[in-house]
Antibody, heavy 125, light 111 residues
């Protein structure tokens, strides 16, 4: 059974840092792109970042570029999101998801087929 | 930064058919990228509902169907049931972002 379990969320002051983790099990982690998606309270879904199987390609939404870093450790079946210089507008539930390939293996052909339960990040003084 | 536009809400009586539209542009849906749909029940994580424009994952009832044409896509729910009350999001890729975009979300209410 595929499982994704996020951790590391919490309350942090503006300008602070937080590192989210996503523990994967039930599938060959190293064979899949992975993604972070966030959802602000009462709002819709927003893609944050994604990473290729070997970490050689990473993409970010403009609003987090230079502040967030996505990484992975295939030996530990884990995905990470290092978040620095946090702002109030980063407050959200952060989900990790598996990105299965669609009709080809390119970054744009991905289907988010399994999601974690999410971890809440609150940025407030 | 939602660039896929959905109606905020749709509603229908049990057994009825409802449709949700998803309007994009030439850099996402119109560029030929696939559209996927997710269902988010209250207080839970999103769940894949339709992938590759019109395909259903194993376990998704055939009451759910998807289609795509030009710069738009749509999700149809036939034989609406109380358990279908949820938020629904479309999603595609976007060449201008080198990333992914989600729709604004649609709340389905069963009357």
């Amino acid at each position: 059974e595929v499982q994704l379990v996020e951790s590391g969320g919490g309350l942090v002051q503006p300008g602070g840092s937080l590192r989210l983790s996503c523990a994967a099990s039930g599938f060959t982690f190293s064979s899949y792109w992975m993604i972070w998606v966030r959802q602000a309270p009462g709002k819709g879904l927003e893609w944050v970042a994604n990473i290729k199987q070997d970490g050689s390609e990473k993409y970010y939404v403009d609003s987090v570029k230079g502040r967030f870093t996505i990484s992975r450790d295939n030996a530990k079946n884990s995905l990470y999101l290092q978040m620095n210089s946090l702002r109030a507008e980063d407050t959200a539930v952060y989900y990790c998801a598996r990105a299965r390939s669609g009709y080809n293996s390119a970054w744009y052909s991905k289907i988010f087929d399994y999601w974690g339960q999410g971890t809440l990040v609150t940025v407030s003084s | 930064q939602s660039v896929l536009t959905q109606p905020p809400s749709v509603s229908g009586a049990p057994g009825q058919r409802v449709t949700i539209s998803c309007t994009g542009s030439s850099s996402n849906i119109g560029a030929g990228y696939d559209v996927h749909w997710y269902q988010q029940l209250p207080g839970t994580a999103p769940k894949l509902l339709i992938y590759g424009n019109s395909n259903r994952p194993s376990g998704v009832p055939d009451r759910f169907s998807g289609s795509k044409s030009g710069t738009s896509a749509s999700l149809a729910i036939t034989g609406l049931q109380a358990e279908d009350e949820a938020d629904y999001y479309c999603q595609s890729s976007d060449s201008s972002l080198t990333g992914y975009v989600f729709g604004t979300g649609t709340k389905v209410t069963v009357l």
